[in-house]
Structure formats: C-alpha cells, structure tokens
C-alpha cells in the first residue's frame, strides 16, 4: 500500500525535465537498504541550531569512512552549505530551470562531497515550489545510480522544501538544541508528519550539548514527549558537543576535519557517520552508545 505524500502530486510541466510525482515508498525500505543511495534529510524545527554544519561535517565523514555522498542544499535563496564549505556556487537547480545553466553545471566538487545547490539568489526566494519539486526530483534520479547516500540539507520548518525532502529520505534527522523554542518547534514539525505518514522513520542528533549525559538527556526528553502525546520514539544517533573548534569552524568556513584535524569531536562526527551508515545496511551499525 503506499503511503500518504507529505507533499501533493501537481500538475506543473517543465520543459527539458521529466515529471516525476512524490509517490516513491523508499523511506519504508530503510531495513532492506543494500542497493541505491541512501537518502537522508537533515531537518529542524527553527533556524539557528546548526543543521547546514552537521549536514556539510556529516557528509565529509561519510565520505572519510569511504562513502561516495551528494549533498543538495535545498534550501532556496541560500547556499550555507556552499559557504560553510567555502565554494563559490557555479550553477544553481533555479538556473536550471531558468534556463542560465545546465544540468551537468549543477554538481560541484566540494573535498570530496559532490555538492548541489538549489539557488543562491534571495530572489529565488519565492520561486514556484511546483517547479522546484519538478527539478529536484529529477536531480535526485539523476544522482541515484553514482552515490551511496544523499544528504539532502532543507529550510527550517515545516515548508514545501522540507516536506518533498522528507517525501524522498528514508530518515529525517532531527537537528534538537537544548532549548525549549527548538524542542517544541521541531516536535510539531513530526507531530504534522505523523499525522500524514504514521511510520515515517526519525532519528536525532544533539547540537551544542556540554557533555555526552547532557546530550542524552536532551534526546530522551524530546522522546518523553513524543511518547506521551504521539506514543513515538526517535533514535539517538549522537552528538556535537558546544565547542569553540565548531564556532572557528563556521566562522573560517572550513569543515571540522579541515580545522581540527585531531580534535576528538571527530570522534562524535565518526559516531553519527557509522549509525547513519548502520541505518543504511552499509555497515554493521556501531552500539557502544545507547539509543535513547
């Protein structure tokens, strides 16, 4: 039987595109995951807290531990992930469909990542979804056949961009923070998608935590919720610790592997990489940590 669409099958056309309609099942095949990439959306409830970093630091670790990784930087009228890597944007989905690139100018080396940006024009802003929706799935198809995993990095909140990546992502990743905006904003984002698809599959990594213990218990807390209004759980996958190695990170534009080749929150970024990969049946999933 297949599932309820997060987002509606339309009816736009797009010269040059194939219309592809929001109906695929692949995040109910998570636990059969042995052929095709692995498409994971990294998601939150609000800006702020750090999703672009674990989206560009978790796709350089899964491509350290020997995964090949597309990173699609969908959310529009941005390119973060561009910066945080600092690449200079070539060609963008929204040229594309404007006809001011080809498809073969979208993937750009980034270090390894093959990098994808939906537009980096805060004109693109309001851009026709139907149109967006129509050219992403195209790229995703396009990406399939090459790639282990596809990291797909969406807006905050519940928009027409995060809703068609969690439409394709076998798993949407909670990006939780310690505070109490953060926690209630990303739960009624998977309030909202259980309404639509009970079974849809979520897991979590804590940013900016002090400690392993204040991770955790951040995790099991947002699970207490979920399981006492939406009987739910997500799994923990790990965490980036609060840490001026991040802040110089971002601020140097350069991933943690980049500036901080021996800092031991390369540990935690390896953690969440090898669950992830675990998730995916690509190697046996590592369970020295608890999953909450």
Known sequence: MAKRCLTACTGSTLPGL?????????????????EGPFVLSVISGKGGVGKSMTSVNLSEMLTLIGFSVALIDADIGLSNCATLLNEQVH???????????????????????????????????TFDPDLMVDALDQIVSHLSADYDFIIIDTPAGAGEMTLWALDRAHVGTIILVDEPTAISDIYRLCKYVYSI???????????????????E???????HILDYFLKKQVNYLGFIPASIAVKNSV???????????????????RFIAENVAGMAGKVPQRAEKPVL
């Not at 219309?19 to 998570?30: A, E, F, N």
């Not at 006809?99 to 004109?123: F, H, K, R, V, Y």
């Not at 601020?251 to 970024?269: A, F, H, M, R, V």
């Open 91 to 125: 060609g963008s989905v929204a040229g594309w469909i404007r006809g001011e690139n080809g498809l073969e100018d979208l993937p750009q080396d980034a270090g390894g990542i093959t990098l994808i940006t939906g537009s980096d024009d805060p004109a693109h802003h």
């Open 217 to 223: 218990s951040t995790c099991k807390r947002f699970n």
């Open 251 to 269: 601020k140097d534009q350069q991933t943690l592997l980049q500036s901080n080749p021996g800092d031991p929150i390369l540990d935690e970024l």
């Open 18 to 34: 194939l219309k592809m309609c929001l109906k695929t099942d692949i995040h109910m095949r998570m636990n059969n995951q042995t």
């Open 197 to 215: 698809d009970p079974g849809f599959n979520f897991a979590a990594v804590v940013n900016f935590a002090d400690d392993e213990e204040s991770a």
